[in-house]
Antibody, heavy 117, light 111 residues
Framework: EVQLVESGGGFVQPGGSLRLSCAGS????????MVWVRQAPGKGLVWVAR????????QYADSVKGRFTISRDNAKNTLYLQMNTLRAEDTAVYFC??????????WGQGSLVTVSS | NFMLTQPHSVSGSPGKTVTISCTRS????????VQWYQQRPGSSPTTIIF?????PSGVPDRFSGSVDSSSNSASLTISGLETEDEADYYC??????????FGGGTKLTVL
């Protein structure tokens, strides 16, 4: 059974940093592109970033470019999202997911990030 | 950037059929696959349709997806509505510059 377990969310002040982790199991981790998708409270899904199988190709939504960094450690079957210079509008549940063809295959349970003073 | 427009809400009675539309604002709907995701209250999304009309294993055949080039839209049809189908539904597609674009979501109420 595929499992994706996010961790690292929490409360942070504007301008602060946070790193999310996503541990994958039940599948061959380095066979998949991986993505982060977020959902602000009461709002819809928004793609944040993606990374290819070996970690050498990354893409970001314009809203996070230059502030967020996606990375992976295939030896640990773990995906990361380093979030710097956080803003109130970054408040959301962050889901990690496996990418399949042009969409999402499996989703994690999500990790809540709250940015507030 | 293109957008995917969905109705804000739809409703139906148990046993009936509902269809949720997803209209692409620019670029051809048939140029990139469309996916559909179900998100029940308080839960993470799950994939119910991929590659326009394929169902992952375990998804009932009451769920079907299609694409209509004439209206540049995709549709999710749920037949034999059950109370457990009450959820938010999101369509998603892509293009060369936008790896994943989601629709705004449709709230399905089973009356």
């Amino acid at each position: 059974e595929v499992q994706l377990v996010e961790s690292g969310g929490g409360f942070v002040q504007p301008g602060g940093s946070l790193r999310l982790s996503c541990a994958g199991s039940g599948f061959i981790f380095d066979n998949y592109w991986m993505v982060w998708v977020r959902q602000a409270p009461g709002k819809g899904l928004v793609w944040v970033a993606r990374i290819n199988m070996n970690g050498k190709i990354t893409q970001y939504a314009d809203s996070v470019k230059g502030r967020f960094t996606i990375s992976r450690d295939n030896a640990k079957n773990t995906l990361y999202l380093q979030m710097n210079t956080l803003r109130a509008e970054d408040t959301a549940v962050y889901f990690c997911a496996t990418e399949y063809v042009q969409g999402v295959d499996h989703w994690g349970q999500g990790s809540l990030v709250t940015v507030s003073s | 950037n293109f957008m995917l427009t969905q109705p804000h809400s739809v409703s139906g009675s148990p046993g009936k059929t509902v269809t949720i539309s997803c209209t692409r604002s620019s670029g051809r709907i048939a140029s990139n696959y469309v996916q559909w995701y179900q998100q029940r209250p308080g839960s993470s999304p799950t994939t119910i349709i991929f590659n326009d009309g394929q169902r992952p294993s375990g998804v009932p055949d009451r769920f079907s997806g299609s694409v209509d080039s004439s209206s540049n839209s995709a549709s999710l049809t749920i037949s034999g509505l059950e109370t457990e189908d009450e959820a938010d539904y999101y369509c998603q597609s892509s293009d060369i510059d936008n790896p994943m674009v989601f629709g705004g979501g449709t709230k399905l109420t089973v009356l």
